[in-house]
């Protein structure tokens, strides 16, 4: 697809969608069938009423009424899982006038409520859905009648990649896409997903939710603190995004679980703490620790560090472990802070580890904590 856009200065190319692939698929698929004519791309519209070309890379008809096509998905420069791999199509004419959409081998099964597919459908979304039965209906006419399956065969794979699981989406990937077209902002694509998580969690009646970072905050809720899994979400580097999605849609409190070297940045106001925005983490554990007396020489090799590990050595040797009650305050303070203005009120609470020592510090006796979240 030769359109661009610029994210962060950057010249980016614009892809499509898993949906607008299936489309054309089935398209290429439809127009063999009544016409004999093999395509080598096709013009679809897209649900925000654009046209877009889309080449065709395998086009099979196995009989009379049936072809098999297949498209590669191009997602542009976007960071996208399913980039390069095949979205197949299986078109079967019917006698009637009904058209049919199922999902078969790499397309995921929805298994748990709150999503926008009912549980036990296939994992395709009703915008590309409505888009695929529009255009396959302009090809067969009104009067004809066509049995649609949408496949992908890498896409069990491929789907370990993404946040499906997260989602109750298992077996395969998921056929999305609201306009069609992939716009290259990775950032808020991850975010609309966290999003939908958590509609998700509210709609199964979860009035609480644990956020962590990443996978070793999610290891450590697991394993050390014995948490119920289906409590949390990956936050990602998008803390205060997610702490405002945590308040909009309705949880009453939320546990933060994370590293030092990620959350330590909250407590200073950082709710963006993805290195490439902010990096002030040795400056904000000498701040802490120059309030409580550590002497300069230390505080200047603390400066030095180039992770909160090494940090910990220093704080550790000197004495001053209590620097990580007062950054759990800190973190604690500024998230109900950030939440402080807008309804409903949001409690949070806050656990910190590292990698060598592991637990931390905690806004609550983490006894008292795993009782309540268990």
């Not at 549980?119 to 049995?147: F, L, S, W, Y």
């Not at 069609?180 to 991850?190: C, F, L, R, Y």
């Amino acid at each position: 697809m030769e359109e661009f856009v610029y994210v962060n200065g950057k010249k980016m190319r614009k892809g499509y969608t898993t949906g607008s692939c299936a489309t054309a698929a089935s398209v290429a698929a439809a127009h063999l069938l009544l016409t004999e004519e093999e395509c080598e791309e096709v013009c679809v519209v897209s649900p925000v009423d654009r046209e877009i070309r889309i080449p065709i890379e395998t086009i099979e008809r196995v009989d009379a009424k049936t072809a098999i096509v297949a498209v590669k998905k191009d997602g542009g420069d976007d960071a996208d899982a399913t980039h390069g791999m095949l979205i197949y199509s299986k078109v079967t004419l019917r006698e009637d006038n009904c058209i049919t959409i199922e999902g078969g081998e790499g397309v995921g099964r929805v298994t748990q409520e709150g999503l926008l597919v009912d549980v036990g459908k296939p994992a395709i979304n009703p915008k590309p859905r409505k888009m695929i039965e529009d255009n396959v209906r302009k090809i067969i006419g009104e009067t004809n009648g066509a049995d649609v399956i949408i496949f992908a065969p890498e896409g069990y794979e491929v789907a370990k990649q993404t946040m499906n699981r997260n989602l109750g989406i298992i077996g395969g990937i998921s056929i999305l896409g609201t306009t069609g077209i992939v716009t290259p902002m990775s950032e808020d694509s991850w975010k609309a997903a966290i999003s939908i998580e958590l509609e998700m969690k509210k709609k199964q009646g979860f009035k609480k939710i644990i956020l962590s970072p990443g996978n070793y905050g999610e290891d450590f809720a697991l394993n050390k603190m014995s948490l119920n899994q289906d409590y949390i979400v990956s936050m990602s580097n998008f803390v205060g995004y997610v702490l405002k999605e945590v308040q909009r849609i309705g949880f009453e409190e939320v546990l933060m679980i994370g590293h030092l070297g990620k959350l330590v940045k909250v407590s200073a106001g950082i709710f963006s703490t993805h290195s490439k925005d902010a990096d002030a983490r040795a400056e904000i554990l000498v701040a802490n620790l120059a309030l409580m007396g550590m002497p300069v020489a230390d505080l200047e090799r603390v400066s030095k560090c180039n992770t909160t590990e090494a940090a910990g050595d220093i704080i550790s040797e000197t004495g001053y472990e209590a620097v990580y009650q007062v950054i759990a305050d800190k973190i604690k303070f500024r998230s109900e802070k950030l939440l402080k203005y807008r309804e409903p009120k949001v409690k949070a609470e806050v656990v910190l580890f590292s990698s060598k020592t592991g637990l931390l510090a905690s806004t609550k006796p983490i006894k008292e904590l795993m009782e309540e979240w268990r």
